[in-house]
């Protein structure tokens, strides 16, 4: 059982940047994958990026590739999200996910997932 406790998401302007932080418990961390997603107002949650459980692989979406980095602190038991150039179409609550099981674009496949941390962004 991991719990995961994501932070660091508030109010910025547009072409700014955030640190979001995912802070996990449970002795099987080092061993997820993890991911993050992201749920805009009237819109379904979508895939953001992953890191594999040791950092030896990191994908992202096309819509934030070369802005976003996710990286991982396993002797933390903490993923983060460093975003910048942020725009308003960034806005929405971001949430990490753990372990997922298969493809890990898809967030019904993963087991655990964190209560989302809200980044809004103005123009």
């Known amino acids: 059982q991991v719990q995961l406790v994501e932070s660091g998401g508030r109010l910025v302007q547009a072409g700014g940047s955030l640190r979001l932080s995912c802070a996990a418990s449970?002795?099987?961390?080092?061993?997820?994958?993890l991911g993050w997603f992201r749920q805009a107002p009237g819109k379904e949650r979508e895939f953001v990026a992953v890191?594999?459980?040791?950092?030896?692989?990191?994908y992202y979406s096309d819509s934030v590739k070369g802005r976003f980095t996710i990286s991982r602190d396993n002797a933390q038991n903490t993923v983060y999200l460093q975003m910048n150039s942020l725009k308003p179409e960034d806005t929405a609550v971001y949430y990490c996910?753990?372990?997922?099981?298969?493809?890990?674009?898809?967030?019904?496949?993963?087991?655990?997932w964190g209560q989302g941390t809200q980044v809004t962004v103005s123009s």
């Open positions: 996910a753990a372990n997922p099981q298969g493809d890990t674009y898809y967030d019904t496949n993963y087991m655990y």
């Open positions: 890191i594999g459980s040791s950092g030896d692989y990191r």
């Open positions: 449970g002795r099987m961390f080092n061993s997820y994958d």
